[in-house]
């Protein structure tokens, strides 16, 4: 069975939701917490249950983790989150 365009329009919101958190934060914490969210998020879409499986486990031990890669996956997630809007979009309108 095909998604149909509400099923697409209710993804968008919350990716744009996950989209947003990730780039109001500015601090460690904030992003530990946006990026756990995130992959929750990720881990109900099919194509990317792995990515998100994957920065979920990484930050079970945020301690261990240098700020560069939590900077690295946010980068990451967001052009992630964009492309995926876009797609999901352009599904909508056809």
């Given at each position: 069975m095909k998604p149909s365009s509400q099923d697409y329009k209710s993804v968008c919101i919350v990716l744009r939701a996950a989209q947003r958190e990730l780039e109001h934060t500015s601090n460690y914490v904030e992003r530990i917490v946006a990026l756990r969210n995130t992959a929750d998020i990720l881990k109900m879409l099919t194509d990317y249950t792995n990515l998100g499986e994957q920065i979920e486990?990484?930050?079970?031990?945020?301690?261990?983790v240098s700020n560069q890669k939590i900077l690295a996956y946010t980068v990451k997630l967001k052009t992630l989150l964009a492309e995926q809007i876009v797609t999901m979009e352009a599904a909508i309108h056809h």
């Open positions: 486990h990484s930050l079970r031990m945020p301690d261990n």
